[in-house]
């Protein structure tokens, strides 16, 4: 099955820099990548989310890039923001995997004002 | 819309209880989801459904029931809980959309703990 692999687990930056996480996905055929967030106490949320067909997308601070010959995909947050803080997690599906997603383990970002 | 709502919220059972956990969502989605937290590992598929009436395997089923009788509800049960299924449960739904798109909806979660 896939395996998803993200890092770094925990992101520290001052607010206005630019925080990265990676991650690393298994299966050639997946080809849907989705990051969501989690605030404290509450569920994940969808953020931004990308295709196989697709190398780069962004919405205003963020954008998500896909590498799909070295099976990675990153998150990138511009001008962090101290409500930036939370958790992100990636996660990577396949066709005809009814819609399952494997989820990395999360990186918790904090933004230091 | 209320969206997708778990109850209960919080619970704490002794080692071979049993419970359900009840998830509902009011957006007529077809794809309802399962999944168990634990600090470092991410989220874990338990099981999923793809419509009424049918469910399947995820990830970690093991010590995992789960029916969907009607559209609009997933429940999941432990017959006999375990310390290892200490967790906080999330609960999501999902719809068919266009070009292989799958936003999952998460529910507020369920904080379980078995002593």
């Known amino acids: 099955g896939e395996n998803v692999e993200q890092h770094p687990s925990t992101l520290s930056v001052q607010e206005g820099d630019s925080a990265v996480i990676k991650c690393t996905y298994s299966?050639?055929?997946?080809?849907?990548f989705p990051w969501y967030k989690q605030e404290l106490g509450k569920g994940p949320q969808l953020i931004i989310d990308?295709?196989?067909?697709?190398g780069e997308k962004k919405d205003q601070r963020i954008a998500v890039t896909l590498n799909k010959t070295a099976k990675h995909f990153s998150l990138h947050i511009t001008e962090t923001q101290p409500e930036d803080s939370a958790v992100y997690f990636c996660?990577?599906?396949?066709?005809?995997?009814?819609?399952?997603?494997?989820f990395g383990s999360g990186t918790q970002l904090t933004v230091l004002p | 819309n209320a969206g997708v709502t778990q109850t209960p919220k919080f619970r704490v059972l002794k080692t071979g209880q049993s419970m359900t956990l009840l998830c509902a969502q009011d957006?007529?989605?077809?794809?309802m989801y399962w999944y168990r937290q634990d600090p470092g590992m991410g989220l874990r598929l338990i099981h999923y459904?793809?419509?009424?009436?049918?469910?399947a395997k995820g990830e970690v089923p093991d010590g995992y029931n789960v029916s969907r009788l009607k559209k609009q509800n997933f429940l999941l049960g432990l017959e006999s809980a375990a310390p290892s299924q200490t967790s906080v449960y999330f609960c999501?739904?999902?719809?068919?959309?266009?070009?292989?798109?799958?936003?999952?909806?998460f529910g507020p979660g369920t904080r379980l703990t078995v002593l």
């Open positions: 999501a739904s999902s719809y068919t959309q266009r070009g292989g798109r799958n936003e999952q909806f």
């Open positions: 299966d050639s055929a997946s080809n849907y």
């Open positions: 990308i295709r196989s067909n697709v």
């Open positions: 996660a990577a599906s396949r066709r005809g995997s009814a819609r399952q997603l494997t």
């Open positions: 957006m007529n989605h077809e794809y």
């Open positions: 459904s793809v419509g009424e009436g049918t469910t």
